[in-house]
């Protein structure tokens, strides 16, 4: 029969302190994505190209993000929670390869 110190330590939520004091922000409004058996290697950088129709874009990478595929599979399913939730208050986001 388990005592109360044991229920109590069964019931105890693990509590996450977010330490931000070393983050950096950046923006990034191109993602590209690798993998391996082993990583999911996310880069992200910033499309310098200002002129529509030009043949060759300038993107300047700036991050690059390595996941294990666990953690990958859990940032998927997080990206695509907030991105359901919204939708579903701004209305749904089109994209050029939706069109294709």
Request: hydrophobic letters at 35%; proline letters at 1%; glycine letters at 4%.
């Amino acid at each position: 029969m388990a005592d109360a110190s044991d229920k109590k330590t069964e019931n105890t939520a693990t509590k996450i302190r977010w330490d931000d004091s070393n983050m950096r922000s950046t923006y990034a409004n191109v993602c590209n994505v690798a993998s391996t058996r082993e990583e999911v290697t996310l880069l992200f950088g910033t499309n310098q190209t200002w002129h529509t129709g030009q043949k060759e874009l300038t993107v300047d990478l700036s991050d690059r993000i390595i996941l294990n595929p666990y953690a990958a599979k859990r940032l998927s399913l997080l990206l695509n929670n907030v991105i359901t939730e919204y939708e579903s208050r701004f209305g749904e986001i089109g994209l050029d390869a939706d069109k294709k």
